[in-house]
Protein backbone atom coordinates (compact mmCIF):
# COMPACT_ATOMS: atom_id res chain seq x y z
CA UNK A 1 0.00 0.00 0.00
CA UNK A 2 2.70 2.41 0.50
CA UNK A 3 4.11 1.88 -2.80
CA UNK A 4 0.77 1.97 -4.26
CA UNK A 5 0.28 5.36 -2.46
CA UNK A 6 3.14 7.07 -3.59
CA UNK A 7 2.50 5.61 -7.26
CA UNK A 8 -1.63 7.28 -6.95
CA UNK A 9 0.13 10.45 -5.40
CA UNK A 10 2.07 11.02 -8.25
CA UNK A 11 -0.37 10.76 -10.84
CA UNK A 12 -2.62 12.97 -9.24
CA UNK A 13 -0.07 15.41 -8.90
CA UNK A 14 0.43 15.55 -12.77
CA UNK A 15 -3.13 15.55 -12.86
CA UNK A 16 -3.09 18.55 -10.93
CA UNK A 17 -0.70 20.48 -13.27
CA UNK A 18 -3.19 19.95 -16.62
CA UNK A 19 -6.44 21.78 -14.40
CA UNK A 20 -6.51 25.16 -15.73
CA UNK A 21 -9.59 26.80 -17.71
CA UNK A 22 -11.16 25.16 -21.11
CA UNK A 23 -10.05 22.15 -20.18
CA UNK A 24 -12.75 19.27 -19.72
CA UNK A 25 -13.43 16.77 -17.17
CA UNK A 26 -13.19 14.00 -19.45
CA UNK A 27 -9.71 14.79 -20.77
CA UNK A 28 -8.31 14.62 -17.07
CA UNK A 29 -9.99 11.20 -17.07
CA UNK A 30 -8.18 9.79 -20.47
CA UNK A 31 -5.02 11.58 -18.99
CA UNK A 32 -6.12 9.62 -15.47
CA UNK A 33 -6.01 6.06 -17.25
CA UNK A 34 -3.51 6.89 -19.29
CA UNK A 35 -1.08 7.45 -16.26
CA UNK A 36 -2.61 4.40 -14.89
CA UNK A 37 -1.95 2.08 -17.70
CA UNK A 38 1.60 3.45 -17.94
CA UNK A 39 2.58 2.88 -14.58
CA UNK A 40 4.40 -0.66 -13.56
CA UNK A 41 2.39 -2.44 -16.40
CA UNK A 42 -1.11 -1.11 -15.63
CA UNK A 43 -4.36 -1.05 -16.92
CA UNK A 44 -7.19 1.45 -16.36
CA UNK A 45 -9.92 -1.29 -17.52
CA UNK A 46 -9.49 -4.18 -15.39
CA UNK A 47 -7.40 -7.58 -16.64
CA UNK A 48 -4.47 -9.34 -14.89
CA UNK A 49 -2.18 -6.75 -14.48
CA UNK A 50 -0.21 -5.42 -11.58
CA UNK A 51 -2.23 -1.55 -10.80
CA UNK A 52 -5.53 -0.98 -11.49
CA UNK A 53 -8.15 1.94 -11.57
CA UNK A 54 -9.87 1.28 -8.80
CA UNK A 55 -13.35 3.42 -9.43
CA UNK A 56 -13.88 2.09 -13.07
CA UNK A 57 -17.10 -0.44 -12.67
CA UNK A 58 -16.84 -0.44 -8.61
CA UNK A 59 -21.04 -0.37 -7.97
CA UNK A 60 -21.65 0.75 -11.40
CA UNK A 61 -19.33 3.63 -11.83
CA UNK A 62 -18.00 4.13 -15.35
CA UNK A 63 -14.63 6.00 -15.01
CA UNK A 64 -11.77 5.81 -13.73
CA UNK A 65 -11.55 9.53 -11.88
CA UNK A 66 -14.11 11.35 -10.00
CA UNK A 67 -14.12 15.14 -11.11
CA UNK A 68 -16.29 17.50 -8.89
CA UNK A 69 -17.03 20.76 -10.05
CA UNK A 70 -18.12 24.22 -7.41
CA UNK A 71 -21.33 22.57 -5.91
CA UNK A 72 -20.70 18.46 -6.58
CA UNK A 73 -19.36 17.24 -3.70
CA UNK A 74 -17.98 14.01 -4.36
CA UNK A 75 -18.22 11.15 -7.79
CA UNK A 76 -19.34 13.85 -10.21
CA UNK A 77 -18.77 11.41 -14.03
CA UNK A 78 -16.10 13.00 -16.56
CA UNK A 79 -17.57 14.68 -19.14
CA UNK A 80 -17.36 16.95 -21.89
CA UNK A 81 -17.91 20.05 -19.31
CA UNK A 82 -15.34 22.64 -19.72
CA UNK A 83 -13.85 24.07 -16.56
CA UNK A 84 -14.70 28.20 -16.55
CA UNK A 85 -11.98 30.75 -14.71
CA UNK A 86 -13.18 30.83 -10.93
CA UNK A 87 -14.29 27.52 -11.04
CA UNK A 88 -13.09 24.89 -7.92
CA UNK A 89 -12.66 21.04 -8.96
CA UNK A 90 -12.49 18.24 -6.65
CA UNK A 91 -10.21 15.19 -8.39
CA UNK A 92 -10.40 12.21 -6.54
CA UNK A 93 -8.72 8.97 -7.58
CA UNK A 94 -7.79 4.97 -6.43
CA UNK A 95 -5.66 2.47 -7.62
CA UNK A 96 -5.46 -0.93 -7.49
CA UNK A 97 -1.92 -2.39 -6.90
CA UNK A 98 -0.78 -5.94 -6.10
CA UNK A 99 -3.91 -6.89 -4.42
CA UNK A 100 -4.22 -3.42 -2.43
CA UNK A 101 -6.40 0.16 -2.89
CA UNK A 102 -5.48 3.69 -2.37
CA UNK A 103 -7.32 6.51 -2.13
CA UNK A 104 -6.98 10.24 -2.54
CA UNK A 105 -8.50 13.07 -3.44
CA UNK A 106 -7.54 17.00 -3.49
CA UNK A 107 -9.62 20.59 -4.43
CA UNK A 108 -8.57 22.80 -7.10
CA UNK A 109 -8.67 26.61 -8.10
CA UNK A 110 -9.08 26.64 -12.10
CA UNK A 111 -7.42 29.76 -12.71
CA UNK A 112 -8.10 32.81 -10.41
CA UNK A 113 -11.02 32.54 -7.73
CA UNK A 114 -12.62 34.15 -5.61
CA UNK A 115 -11.34 34.82 -1.80
CA UNK A 116 -14.06 32.89 -0.46
CA UNK A 117 -13.63 29.85 -2.66
CA UNK A 118 -9.79 30.30 -1.92
CA UNK A 119 -10.48 30.32 2.22
CA UNK A 120 -13.02 27.49 1.81
CA UNK A 121 -10.05 24.96 0.10
CA UNK A 122 -7.84 26.22 2.31
CA UNK A 123 -10.24 25.41 5.23
CA UNK A 124 -11.18 21.93 3.97
CA UNK A 125 -7.20 21.44 3.42
CA UNK A 126 -6.56 22.28 7.50
CA UNK A 127 -10.03 19.82 8.62
CA UNK A 128 -8.14 16.91 7.30
CA UNK A 129 -4.69 17.88 8.81
CA UNK A 130 -6.20 17.93 12.09
CA UNK A 131 -7.98 15.00 11.91
CA UNK A 132 -4.90 13.09 10.69
CA UNK A 133 -3.31 14.44 14.23
CA UNK A 134 -5.84 12.82 15.87
CA UNK A 135 -4.59 9.26 14.34
CA UNK A 136 -2.86 6.97 17.02
CA UNK A 137 -3.26 3.53 18.84
CA UNK A 138 -5.35 3.99 21.52
CA UNK A 139 -7.71 7.31 20.36
CA UNK A 140 -11.29 6.67 19.17
CA UNK A 141 -12.48 7.33 15.67
CA UNK A 142 -14.95 9.95 17.07
CA UNK A 143 -11.62 12.23 18.19
CA UNK A 144 -10.99 12.06 14.44
CA UNK A 145 -14.65 13.59 13.36
CA UNK A 146 -14.76 15.89 16.25
CA UNK A 147 -11.50 17.66 15.35
CA UNK A 148 -12.83 17.81 11.66
CA UNK A 149 -16.37 19.31 12.89
CA UNK A 150 -15.67 21.51 15.22
CA UNK A 151 -12.49 23.35 12.79
CA UNK A 152 -14.94 23.62 9.93
CA UNK A 153 -17.68 24.77 11.93
CA UNK A 154 -15.87 27.52 13.75
CA UNK A 155 -14.76 28.85 10.34
CA UNK A 156 -18.19 29.31 9.49
CA UNK A 157 -18.70 26.28 6.98
CA UNK A 158 -20.20 22.67 7.30
CA UNK A 159 -19.14 19.11 7.35
CA UNK A 160 -21.35 16.81 5.06
CA UNK A 161 -23.18 14.49 7.23
CA UNK A 162 -24.27 11.84 4.55
CA UNK A 163 -20.88 10.78 3.50
CA UNK A 164 -17.40 9.28 4.87
CA UNK A 165 -14.66 8.03 5.08
CA UNK A 166 -13.62 4.72 5.41
CA UNK A 167 -11.45 1.96 6.13
CA UNK A 168 -9.30 0.60 3.22
CA UNK A 169 -7.08 -2.43 1.66
CA UNK A 170 -8.27 -5.20 -0.21
CA UNK A 171 -11.13 -3.61 -0.57
CA UNK A 172 -11.50 -0.22 -2.03
CA UNK A 173 -14.33 0.37 0.86
CA UNK A 174 -14.26 -1.08 4.49
CA UNK A 175 -14.97 -0.89 7.86
CA UNK A 176 -15.07 1.45 9.63
CA UNK A 177 -17.22 4.17 8.64
CA UNK A 178 -15.17 7.63 9.54
CA UNK A 179 -17.58 10.63 9.85
CA UNK A 180 -16.59 14.37 9.49
CA UNK A 181 -18.70 15.15 12.95
CA UNK A 182 -18.48 13.59 16.02
CA UNK A 183 -18.24 13.65 19.57
CA UNK A 184 -14.34 12.55 21.78
CA UNK A 185 -13.76 8.97 22.93
CA UNK A 186 -16.77 7.27 20.57
CA UNK A 187 -16.75 4.94 17.60
CA UNK A 188 -14.17 2.22 17.67
CA UNK A 189 -11.01 2.45 18.81
CA UNK A 190 -7.52 3.28 16.81
CA UNK A 191 -5.48 0.46 16.42
CA UNK A 192 -2.16 0.13 15.27
CA UNK A 193 -1.71 -1.60 11.64
CA UNK A 194 -5.09 0.03 10.56
CA UNK A 195 -5.27 1.75 7.02
CA UNK A 196 -7.96 3.94 5.91
CA UNK A 197 -8.56 7.18 4.34
CA UNK A 198 -9.96 10.87 5.96
CA UNK A 199 -11.65 12.58 3.78
CA UNK A 200 -13.36 15.76 4.92
CA UNK A 201 -16.18 16.76 2.79
CA UNK A 202 -16.93 20.76 3.39
CA UNK A 203 -19.32 23.05 2.07
CA UNK A 204 -20.18 26.60 2.12
CA UNK A 205 -23.67 26.72 2.84
CA UNK A 206 -25.45 24.31 4.50
CA UNK A 207 -24.49 20.50 4.69
CA UNK A 208 -27.58 18.82 3.34
CA UNK A 209 -26.83 17.04 -0.07
CA UNK A 210 -28.71 15.66 -3.16
CA UNK A 211 -27.99 13.24 -6.00
CA UNK A 212 -26.66 14.82 -8.87
CA UNK A 213 -28.33 14.38 -12.51
CA UNK A 214 -25.43 11.63 -14.03
CA UNK A 215 -26.72 9.04 -11.29
CA UNK A 216 -23.63 8.84 -9.62
CA UNK A 217 -22.61 12.15 -8.13
CA UNK A 218 -23.40 14.14 -4.95
CA UNK A 219 -23.82 17.43 -4.72
CA UNK A 220 -25.02 20.43 -2.35
CA UNK A 221 -28.88 20.70 -1.53
CA UNK A 222 -28.24 24.97 -1.80
CA UNK A 223 -25.90 24.99 -4.72
CA UNK A 224 -23.46 26.62 -2.29
CA UNK A 225 -19.66 25.70 -3.39
CA UNK A 226 -18.06 22.17 -1.66
CA UNK A 227 -14.09 21.04 -1.26
CA UNK A 228 -13.22 17.71 -0.46
CA UNK A 229 -9.48 16.66 0.64
CA UNK A 230 -8.27 12.81 1.34
CA UNK A 231 -5.40 10.95 2.19
CA UNK A 232 -4.86 6.98 2.86
CA UNK A 233 -3.00 6.43 6.01
CA UNK A 234 -1.67 3.53 7.93
CA UNK A 235 -1.44 3.46 11.91
CA UNK A 236 1.86 3.06 13.47
CA UNK A 237 2.98 2.93 16.92
CA UNK A 238 3.66 6.74 17.07
CA UNK A 239 1.08 8.18 15.10
CA UNK A 240 -0.59 8.46 11.25
CA UNK A 241 1.64 7.84 8.34
CA UNK A 242 0.33 9.34 4.97
CA UNK A 243 0.67 7.27 2.16
CA UNK A 244 -0.65 9.88 -0.72
CA UNK A 245 1.92 12.45 -0.27
CA UNK A 246 2.03 14.72 -3.37
Known amino acids: ?29 RLAESLIFSAKGGSASGGKSTIQCSFKGHQGYPNCLCASINEEIVHAVPSARRLLEGDIISLDLGIFYKGYHTDMAITLPVGKISPAAKNLIKVTKKALELGVKEVRPG ?104 LTVI
Open 139 to 242: NYFGDISFAIQKYVESQGFNAVKELCGHGIGKNLHEDPEILNYGKIGTGPKIKEGMAFCLEPMVTAGDWRIKKSQDGHGWETNDGSLSAHFEHTIVVTKSGAEI
Open 1 to 29: MSEGGKILAGIVRELTKKVKPGVATEELD
